[in-house]
């Protein structure tokens, strides 16, 4: 019998054979012998591993910089190309159609095979589609809409696979850690997406000059990748011998699918986290024109009529992203971790309860926009700020109902629920509904700001059936992670 070669710890222990190398992922796989039973444990991660996790979330934070360039810059995207905030919307939209159409593929791809090459010719791929697409014409708007597509599909080879690294390196309670210093990066890439749209807008003159800082970026990002990670990343614990060396229990992506359509928590938690998307997708979009048009309405500041628009209310509200972000998942990570002594259920009730708060407080902020634009940046905040603290919570959630070997493609059919169902939408219905409202009455400035008011309440009920779903997959959390545990 051929013996196995040695393995890379992983940080967790295995009770049967090591994890395939991975090249041995897909049709290969039946042709390597099975090795004897062993056991891989190590007391702790390395350096080499907190590395690894550093170079992710570098990638994580350009990733989501580069996905909210277009909302910090919207008003200047709207005059260029002259769209009505409909077709505004749509531009987003199309970015996450592509994005969630493709994350399937990646998951199914990462489960198999080399992640590390996956994860750099995405980077290379979105790299240079936003750096080509900051040399769009207005004549020729439907190229830009046609980049921002192809951008999604490179963002999504990332975003599927990069959390199950994560997972493979660490053991659960510093994986949480690690997971919550990860997705940190979201709001806080989101927030300087702003920041540097609206800068770079403002510095040049010209807003094409925004989509030409994270491609350079992005190749810092692609040295780093193939410097510092290893080119294969052990997989953890043995529960891969679904793809195992002997092939004898492989199982099909429709077998996978149908096994996570059985796994409730798993649901139902995609549902919460769709509401989520749904809520930020349309805050992310419109908050800063909507600021805008609420200043406006107050004579605060005067209708824009030149080329460049101020940016200041995208400034504010990048920076509100990044605070709000940071403190939020801080605290969600921390309320699970001393609320999961309480109870084996803290985690999606902590979800449900923070999607029920930011329900109210964005009501409360699109209530009070008309005469207070200083109560409408708070209740914002505090909408966010909740918003942020699931961040973490929810893909801990998936990590520990879904068994290791079907985690990728569990984060890629997360990804194109939440999307299909939720920011892919909701920018662009927020928009259609604002064209709806402002055809119905006389074009004024009011009017304008009121069909945008008006159609942002959407989102404050949409996070309200958020958290009942959260609610939901606490009813069935503790029976799924147990079974998830026996596989």
Known sequence: MQKPRAQE?????????????????????????QGPVVSVSRNGPTKRDYLIAAVLCYVNLINFMDWFIVPGILLDIQKYFELSDGDAGLLQTVFILCYMLAAPIFGYLGDRYNRKIILGAGIFFWSGVTLGSSFSSELYYWIFFLSRGLVGVGTASYSTIAP???ADLFEEGKRTTMLSIFYIFIPVGSGLGYVLAASMADVTGDWHWAFRVTPCMGGLALVLLILLVPH??????AAHRALSISGTIRTTWCQDVLSLAKNWSFVWSSLGLTAMAFVT????????LFLY???VVQGIVSPCLQESCASSNSLIFGGTTIGTGILGVITGAEAARRLRKISNKADPLICATSMFISALCLYIALMVAQTNIISTLIFIAFGELFLSVNWAVVTDILLYVVTPRRQSIAIALQILVSHLLGDAGSPYLIGIISNALQAKNAHSFQWSFRSMQYSFIVCAFVAVFGGGFFLLTSFYIEEDRKEAERL
């Open 9 to 33: 710890n992983t940080g967790l222990q295995s009770q049967s054979r090591p994890p395939p190398q991975e090249q041995n992922y897909g049709a290969t796989t039946g042709h390597v012998r």
């Open 164 to 166: 199950t690294i994560i």
């Open 232 to 237: 294969r990343i052990p997989r953890r614990i």
């Open 281 to 288: 997708g349309a805050l992310g979009m419109w908050v800063p």
């Open 293 to 295: 048009r609420a200043q």
